[in-house]
Structure formats: structure tokens, C-alpha cells
């Protein structure tokens, strides 16, 4: 009998959110679901019937597909032009299908920038704890290493997300009250209104892939920010009623229109005691493309 796809679709949520948290990848996370579902599909009722735990079973055959992801992306990435970020999961809402997948605070851009400090097997072991609380003999497993390395992967990486402290989610009201007040200080140029609003140690992150103008280092510091965004919006006559208000890793964002000067923008952001402590800006057409993770298992 063919494995059933509803018994896998209740799944699908998890698998994708273990995915993505171990790329950063739209295009791997749906890539890496789909092999698992046909390695799954390809095993006999008998082998189906054995393993224990689907749930566990294909969460690590998701986690192994990732690891060689990474671990064939990690050239890359260094030779990547600017800071790299992930790409961005874009939902309408409650019932969007994606919903459930950026339901998790891991998934939030923050911590994601988080997880790109951590070597391939730390990043997997880490997610694979969180995810499942697995044993580390079956992350070990995963990660083709001893228990004891394997442990100690996970501890790393632990430390690591422990010591950068990525800032918790806010709530939707103070997200949007924020949001929507720098937009209008922005728009009226009151640069005055814009620090005020910025941390003081604020971060603005550009990923433009070298495909497209953006910044090449990170800009730190309210008031560059908000100088250069001045700078920017002038610069390319921009309009913020033409940003398209949206949820962005399931927090507020925006997405800025293609004009004849500027490309395409998704803007995600971070606040710190109400205060916008982080400016995530995905510019790079590869990381914008529509609908990437709308396609059902096995088609």
C-alpha cells in the first residue's frame, strides 16, 4: 500500500520549520521535506510498520538531507557579497498555509541570524535537540560523529546562541504602534524622530547578494541608520504609502516595491524595550521569488 500523503501532511509544519532553521533556505527546506517524503513513500508497509516513531524518523532524515546542504553551502556563503540573511517567510495570516511553520520563536529573523554563526553540525545538532529533545546517540547518528561529539556540538552551539541573546518576539500592538511611527518619521525626513525611535546599538543588515546596491557591512548605531535610510529614501524618491504592510518570520514587516531605481525589498525588524534594536533588509532577487514553500509533498 502507498504511503498515505495525509499521514505525512501533519507532519509537513514541523519538517519544514526543522528545515528552515537548518539552512536559512526556503529552497532547501521545501527540497529536503520532498526527499523525505519519497524515501518515505519508497519503504514497504513492513519497513513503514517497523519504524517507531515517524514523527522522529523523518525529522532526522530531514536534518541529514540539511547537514549536506550546509555543508556544500558553506564556500559559498563565504564568498558571499555582504552580510547573508535568511530568506524571508512571507504569510497573510491565520490561515495561511505557512502559518503554523513561523508559529515557532526560532523561526523569527533574529534568532535565524543567531544560527548563522554556528558551524553545519552545530546547527543541526542544536535544532535537532530543540525539535525533538533527541537522544544524542540519534543525533550522533545524523551527524555521522560519536555521541560524545555530537554532545559537544550541541553545547557549542548553546553557547553561542546563549551569548548573542537574540531579543524576544514583542507583541503584534507594539510591533505595529513602532513600525508605523517610524515609517512616519521616515517619510517626513524627521531624523530627530527616527533615533528616537532606533536603539541606541541598532543593527542594520542589507543582503543584496552583490546582485543589487546594498550596504556591504553591517551599519550600527541609530543615528547611521537613520541617516542612511534618509539618504536612501531620497535618493530613490521613495514613497512609504507604496509599502505593503506583512508579516515577515511571523513578525511585522513590509515589503517596498521595484521602481526604476530600486529593487524589490522584504524589511523585517527587532525591537529591544520597544525600541527597533534590528533592521533586517532582503534585497537579493533569489531570496524574493513568490509561493516557495506552497507546493504538497510528493507532487
Same mark, same amino acid.
Given at each position: 500500500m502507498p504511503a498515505d500523503p495525509d499521514a505525512f501532511e501533519a507532519?509537513?509544519?514541523?519538517?519544514?520549520?526543522?528545515?528552515?532553521?537548518?539552512?536559512?533556505?526556503?529552497v532547501d527546506a521545501e527540497d529536503a521535506v520532498q526527499d523525505a517524503w519519497l524515501r518515505w513513500s519508497a519503504l514497504s508497509d513492513d519497513e513503514r510498520a517497523a519504524v517507531r516513531d515517524a514523527r522522529a524518523f523523518l525529522t532526522t532524515t530531514v536534518?541529514?538531507?540539511?547537514?549536506?546542504?550546509?555543508?556544500?553551502?558553506?564556500?559559498?556563503?563565504?564568498?558571499?557579497?555582504?552580510?547573508w540573511?535568511?530568506?524571508?517567510?512571507i504569510?497573510?495570516?491565520?490561515?495561511?498555509?505557512?502559518?503554523?511553520?513561523?508559529?515557532?520563536?526560532?523561526?523569527?529573523?533574529?534568532a535565524m541570524v543567531v544560527l548563522e554563526r554556528?558551524?553545519?553540525?552545530?546547527?543541526?545538532?542544536?535544532?535537532?535537540?530543540?525539535?525533538?529533545?533527541?537522544?544524542?546517540?540519534?543525533?550522533?547518528?545524523?551527524?555521522?560523529s560519536t555521541e560524545a561529539t555530537a554532545r559537544q556540538h550541541a553545547a557549542r552551539a548553546r553557547k553561542i546562541v546563549a551569548e548573542a541573546a537574540p531579543p524576544r518576539p514583542s507583541d503584534d500592538a507594539e510591533q505595529i504602534a513602532v513600525l508605523a511611527a517610524f515609517a512616519t518619521a521616515l517619510a517626513s525626513g524627521d531624523?530627530?524622530?527616527?533615533? $528616537?525611535?532606533?536603539? /541606541?546599538?541598532? %543593527?542594520?543588515? =542589507?543582503? *543584496?547578494?552583490? #546582485?543589487?546596491k546594498?550596504?556591504?557591512? @553591517?551599519?550600527?548605531?541609530?543615528?547611521?541608520?537613520?541617516?542612511?535610510?534618509?539618504?536612501?529614501?531620497?535618493?530613490?524618491?521613495?514613497?512609504? $504609502?507604496?509599502?505593503? /504592510?506583512?508579516? %515577515?518570520?511571523? =513578525?511585522? *514587516?513590509?515589503? #517596498?516595491?521595484?521602481?526604476?531605481?530600486? @529593487?524589490?525589498?522584504?524589511?523585517?525588524?527587532?525591537?529591544?524595550?520597544?525600541?527597533i534594536s534590528a533592521i533586517y533588509q532582503v534585497v537579493s532577487p533569489e531570496k524574493l521569488g513568490p509561493g516557495k514553500l506552497r507546493r504538497s509533498p510528493g507532487r
Open positions: 507532519h509537513r509544519a514541523h519538517l519544514l520549520r526543522v528545515g528552515y532553521r537548518s539552512t536559512g533556505s526556503v536534518a541529514r538531507l540539511c547537514l549536506d546542504r550546509l555543508r556544500s553551502a558553506v564556500a559559498r556563503r563565504e564568498r558571499y557579497v555582504g552580510p540573511l535568511p530568506e524571508p517567510l504569510t497573510t495570516g491565520p490561515d495561511d498555509p505557512l502559518a503554523a511553520v513561523v508559529e515557532d520563536e526560532g523561526v523569527r529573523m533574529a554556528l558551524t553545519p553540525p552545530q546547527r543541526v545538532a542544536l535544532v535537532l535537540h530543540e525539535a525533538l529533545d533527541l537522544p544524542y546517540a540519534a543525533i550522533a547518528e545524523v551527524l555521522g531624523h530627530a524622530a527616527m533615533v $528616537a525611535l532606533l536603539h /541606541p546599538d541598532a %543593527v542594520l543588515l =542589507a543582503d *543584496g547578494g552583490g #546582485t543589487v546594498a550596504a556591504r557591512r @553591517p551599519v550600527v548605531g541609530a543615528d547611521k541608520i537613520a541617516r542612511l535610510l534618509l539618504a536612501l529614501f531620497d535618493m530613490y524618491e521613495l514613497e512609504t $504609502a507604496e509599502w505593503t /504592510p506583512l508579516l %515577515v518570520n511571523g =513578525a511585522a *514587516g513590509v515589503r #517596498t516595491p521595484a521602481t526604476d531605481a530600486a @529593487p524589490e525589498t522584504v524589511t523585517s525588524f527587532a525591537l529591544t524595550d520597544g525600541r
